[in-house]
């Protein structure tokens, strides 16, 4: 499958997402598919713009998961950073990860089409 191999290069784990899968692609690319309709993106955004630490966590840890489950390695490792940046109160610095966020999920975005 093209977007398999185009998120290969892009160095997510599809590998072990498949493994998680059962080695269905149809099914993984459609969880793959629905991902830009999950609040919890556009939910980040704005708690990191409101200096929320409690919904900045809630939500990152939310797609920390998310995006482990389908192996997209570079979104995973940024929700990473936000998540423990925020898991005692911590907002500074959330902006600066939030434009890597952007500019990774801007990326996906397009992979898919």
Do not use: W
């Amino acid at each position: 499958m093209e977007l398999l191999d185009a998120l290969r290069r892009e160095g997510a784990d599809v590998d072990g997402a498949l493994t998680r899968f059962m080695g269905d692609e149809a099914l993984y690319e459609k969880f793959l598919r629905k991902l830009p309709g999950d609040e919890n993106y556009a939910e980040l955004v704005s708690a990191i713009r409101r200096k929320d630490a409690e919904a900045i966590f809630r939500h990152a840890h939310t797609l920390k998961g998310l995006y482990g489950t389908l192996g997209l390695t570079k979104l995973f490792e940024t929700v990473s950073a936000l998540t423990e940046r925020s898991r005692h109160g911590e907002t500074e610095g959330c902006d600066e990860i939030l434009k890597q966020l952007v500019r990774d999920y801007e990326k996906f975005e397009e992979l898919l089409g």
